[in-house]
């Protein structure tokens, strides 16, 4: 299984099982607020919201034009700060830690 497409089944998977926790809006935000310059636009979205209308909308566009992915990031110490609390987001983490994994 090549990066791109084992990336792209970890993305699915992150969509579902953030529908499965209800996380996923069908309502995107503000232009305002997807146009933040801050890291995980920290400063306008709510971490699920990053997720779904910045990094998965992203990622996806790039593998259907076929562009080159990004490497060596890594967002899962973030997610695991931001949810330390949170048990209920056990299986988004893991789903997280395996996508900087492919894209290491």
Partial sequence: MTATTQLF???QQLELQ???AQL???VPPSDEALAST???AIDTLEPEQWLQWIFIARIKAMIASGAALPKGFSMAPYF???WKNDAF???LLML???IDEVCA
């Fill in 24 to 26: 996923w809006s069908e």
């Fill in 80 to 82: 695991v700060e931001v």
């Fill in 18 to 20: 953030l529908q499965h």
């Fill in 38 to 40: 801050q890291p995980f």
């Fill in 89 to 91: 987001k056990s299986e």
């Fill in 9 to 11: 089944s970890l993305l």
């Fill in 96 to 98: 997280i830690k395996q």
